[in-house]
């Protein structure tokens, strides 16, 4: 059961890692930037954890450290059987070898929210940092996170899906973000499923 809930709650910081090879070095840097961000985080190929990625990004997307970080993207990228969701780029910013975007988010448990993401210029654009949630509804996220556990073959015991629900709603908006985002959110996870079971 516990490894049932750290998948789901992590779904959505998997879309943020899983990977594919290419970029095209023809356009403007914005055009380099959406591609570059549509093919990391909806293709699936292990060779993009350091072909699209920085080291900093697969450590907080990854929640890992040095090759422990790549393993853990080169391993969810070959479990994966098809292309994640596609992603909608908008409101690229570029400042020389920086640039930021916004990134709409069309599946998973976070379907229909807007993160922010950095990105660096390393011979070619690498997604660096997942910053934050641009738009974020609690009140779409929290229902996609239960349904997780109350259906398919592993289906969660009702008391722990009702409590889990219950502990998700009292949650504020920065505390149910932290469930995705930054440092410790797989042990957020695994701390909320342990109190529920």
């Not at 093919?39 to 040095?66: H, I, N, R, W």
Request: with cysteine.
């Amino acid at each position: 059961m516990r490894k049932r809930f750290v998948v789901l709650v992590t779904m959505g910081m998997a879309v943020f890692g899983l990977t594919a090879c290419g970029s095209s070095d023809s356009g403007s840097d914005e055009e380099r930037i959406a591609e570059t961000i549509e093919t990391a985080l909806v293709k699936t190929d292990p060779d993009s954890c350091t072909g699209l990625m920085t080291q900093k990004y697969l450590e907080q997307t990854f929640q890992g450290s040095g090759e422990n970080a790549v393993e853990g993207c080169e391993q969810n990228a070959r479990a994966e059987e098809s292309d994640n969701p596609p992603v909608k780029v908008s409101n690229v910013k570029v400042e020389g070898g920086k640039a930021t975007a916004e990134v709409g988010l069309t599946g998973g448990e976070i379907a229909g929210q807007t993160t922010l993401v950095a990105l660096v210029d390393e011979g070619g654009w690498k997604l660096d940092e997942f910053v934050r949630f641009t738009e974020f509804d609690p009140k779409e996220v929290v229902p996609r996170m239960v349904e997780g556990f109350e259906g398919g073959e592993s289906a969660t015991d009702p008391k722990v899906v009702d409590c889990i629900h219950k502990a998700l709603n009292r949650m504020s908006r920065p505390q149910l973000e932290g469930m995705f985002l930054g440092e410790g959110a797989s042990q957020r996870s695994i701390e909320l499923y342990e109190d529920c079971g």
